[in-house]
């Protein structure tokens, strides 16, 4: 089973408590793996207004996870 690291932005990292963690998986892209872990820790975005970064460059939702990668979903965020 992959091992991969999983990193939260904003809002998603108040309602984990974490901003990394480590975890098996055998989600094959960042879609499903957003999707369980949403249902996992009750995260209120809907994917399609998310980011993610898979080895710190932006990818999209179906791209393939394997081992080692790093997911890093992104937020939205506002500034002023």
């Keep these: 089973m992959p091992k991969i690291t999983v990193q939260y932005f904003a809002i998603l990292r108040e ?3 974490l901003s990394e963690e480590s975890l098996d998986t055998t989600e ?3 879609a499903n793996l957003y999707a369980k872990l949403a249902a996992q820790h009750g995260f209120t975005l809907p994917s399609k207004s ?3 970064a898979i080895n710190d460059e932006f990818a999209s939702m ?3 996870l394997k081992d080692g990668d790093a997911v890093t979903f992104i937020a ?3 500034g002023g």
Excluded: E, T
Aim: charged share 20%.
């Design 15 to 17: 309602q984990r408590g």
């Design 28 to 30: 094959s892209n960042p």
């Design 50 to 52: 998310l980011r993610v």
């Design 62 to 64: 179906d791209q393939s």
């Design 76 to 78: 939205p965020v506002a």
